[in-house]
């Protein structure tokens, strides 16, 4: 870079110009060292971190080696900027699933324990492997509350896909789809998420006492959405007292 000489005459302006252009660097510089903090760890990499530190407590995965299985590099990951949630809905399976509250997003990822790999002999052409899945009759829309009757077993290829697919028709017990399904499409675990079974607003009974002698029924007013064993904010309708309950079913819960 050139920079014209100035005169005597021009000193003052010189100054304030040499001032303004050292603030402009001093700006640059700050936000380079800030966006290195940014992208010092990334997304995922970060998702991989908590992910291992909840699953050292949770009953499914704790005292086992977990990491986390690259996702399809067709989904990115987004920096989340409060701590990740993360839900195990199917027991069986390695699928665990990952919610962001701000910005929202929310994604499944399989968890790896460790378990070694079946050897494959690459010598020797065999013929796939076939899996029994779920398969759904008819084109679904998302949004669809989803039941067993939907869906019918197939034999076919999924290789690549083995912790993904559904073959339990027990776990679409109040879930409901993420995404379209096709006809004859295979059922994953990315597919679908708990149903909402309550909504904000509605009126819900409230069951307290059980197991302790004594039941007790009540009517309040759901002030978030929930799932099925899901922890939502009520508000007794009669004496306006805020409190938790666990949801149960459509419209219901009860307090711990």
């Given at each position: 870079m050139q920079l014209l000489c100035l005169k005597n005459a021009d000193t003052p302006r010189a100054s304030s110009v040499g001032l303004w252009l050292a603030a402009c660097l001093l700006s640059q510089a700050q936000l380079?060292?800030?966006?290195?903090?940014?992208?010092?760890d990334s997304a995922f990499e970060v998702l991989q971190k908590q992910a291992q530190e909840w699953a050292?407590?949770?009953?499914?995965?704790?005292?086992?080696?977990?990491?986390?299985?690259?996702?399809?590099?067709?989904?990115?990951?987004?920096?989340?900027?409060?701590?990740?949630?993360?839900?195990?809905?199917?027991?069986?399976?390695?699928?665990?699933?990952?919610?962001?509250a701000q910005p929202v997003w929310q994604l499944f990822i399989n968890l790896n324990?460790?378990?070694?790999?079946?050897?494959?002999?690459?010598?020797?052409?065999s013929a796939p492997v076939l899996s029994k899945v779920l398969v759904s009759k008819e084109l679904l829309k998302r949004g669809t509350v989803i039941s067993p009757s939907m869906f019918s077993y197939a034999e076919m290829p999924a290789a690549g896909?083995?912790?993904?697919?559904?073959?339990?028709?027990?776990?679409?017990?109040?879930?409901?789809?993420?995404?379209?399904?096709?006809?004859?499409?295979?059922l994953r675990?990315?597919?679908?998420?708990?149903?909402?079974?309550?909504?904000?607003?509605?009126?819900?009974?409230?069951?307290?006492?059980?197991?302790?002698?004594?039941?007790?029924?009540m009517r309040a007013e759901a002030l978030q959405d929930g799932?099925?064993?899901?922890?939502?904010?009520?508000?007794?309708?009669?004496?306006?007292?805020s409190l938790y309950g666990v949801i149960t079913g459509p419209n219901a819960a009860k307090v711990k």
């Open positions: 380079g060292f800030a966006a290195d903090l940014v992208t010092n050292a407590s949770h009953p499914s995965f704790q005292g086992k080696q977990v990491q986390v299985v690259p996702v399809d590099p067709r989904i990115a990951v987004q920096n989340c900027q409060q701590n990740l949630q993360f839900e195990h809905p199917f027991p069986n399976q390695p699928a665990v699933r990952v919610r962001c324990t460790g378990q070694a790999p079946a050897q494959v002999n690459r010598t020797v052409a896909m083995e912790n993904q697919i559904i073959s339990d028709a027990n776990l679409l017990k109040n879930m409901e789809l993420v995404r379209d399904l096709t006809p004859n499409t295979p675990s990315y597919d679908v998420k708990n149903a909402v079974l309550v909504k904000r607003g509605q009126e819900v009974q409230v069951t307290a006492g059980e197991g302790r002698g004594f039941s007790i029924t799932g099925l064993g899901e922890q939502i904010r009520l508000k007794n309708v009669e004496s306006g007292r």
